[in-house]
T-cell receptor, first 113, second 116 residues
Framework: RKEVEQDPGPFNVPEGATVAFNCTYSNSASQSFFWYRQDCRKEPKLLMS???SGNEDGRFTAQLNRASQYISLLIRDSKLSDSATYLCVVNEMTTDSWGKLQFGAGTQVVVTP | GAVVSQHPSWVICKSGTSVKIECRSL??????MFWYRQFPKQSLMLMATSNEGSKATYEQGVEKDKFLINHASLTLSTLTVTSAHPEDSSFYIC????????????FGPGTRLTVT
């Protein structure tokens, strides 16, 4: 079983619409959670951290459900520039305390005019 | 914000040769850097953790004699793919740990390696 699982999509979203997708993680001891954005053939870029109380950054809202071990990302008023692959990233505490990042394979979002 | 650079951005080499990839943190000192590999439509897979002044820690299944890592300074880590084979063709990405923000990592732009 993968440590971090995501629906690969693609999610085809009309411009201006709302899209939401989840990610599940297997390690209940995971401490930190992030959403990264990766454009084709580029490096991942941090979109936002995910906090227990849920957090919002402009059109993006992230939520964490520890009991069910999933995090979600919601994008409102989608823009063409939001087309990308969104990576769910979980930081696991290890004995060496370096906190390795576990990446999901990504959810592809395609915003159409 | 913090910037991490990688060089080269892409490289084509012949099977059996070695390729060195550099990862630099440009505006902060990184005691810990990470090397990832990403195959098409797959997630980033951590290959090794590079620690300044000490040996790298390799993930299970990654051959340390094939993927040589040197972290000689607080701003530079290098990954050398020795005796490259076509199956080593991949997107190699480094990241540097943000010393001021726990668990945040800044990623380099990646190096696309093609072995012919």
């Amino acid at each position: 079983r993968k440590e971090v699982e995501q629906d690969p999509g693609p999610f085809n979203v009309p411009e201006g619409a709302t899209v939401a997708f989840n990610c599940t993680y297997s390690n209940s001891a995971s401490q930190s959670f992030f959403w990264y954005r990766q454009d084709c053939r580029k490096e991942p870029k941090l979109l936002m951290s995910v906090y227990s109380s849920g957090n919002e950054d402009g059109r993006f809202t992230a939520q964490l459900n520890r009991a069910s071990q999933y995090i979600s990302l919601l994008i409102r008023d989608s823009k063409l520039s939001d087309s990308a692959t969104y990576l769910c990233v979980v930081n696991e505490m290890t004995t060496d305390s370096w906190g390795k990042l576990q990446f999901g394979a990504g959810t592809q979002v395609v915003v159409t005019p | 914000g913090a910037v991490v650079s990688q060089h080269p951005s892409w490289v084509i080499c012949k099977s059996g040769t070695s390729v060195k990839i550099e990862c630099r943190s440009l505006d902060f000192q990184a005691t810990t850097m990470f090397w990832y590999r990403q195959f098409p439509k797959q997630s980033l897979m951590l290959m090794a953790t590079s620690n300044e002044g000490s040996k790298a820690t390799y993930e299970q299944g990654v051959e340390k004699d094939k993927f040589l890592i040197n972290h000689a300074s607080l701003t530079l880590s290098t990954l050398t793919v020795t005796s490259a084979h076509p199956e080593d063709s991949s997107f190699y990405i480094c990241s540097a740990r943000n010393p001021l923000a726990a668990y945040e990592q800044y990623f380099g732009p990646g190096t696309r390696l093609t072995v012919t």
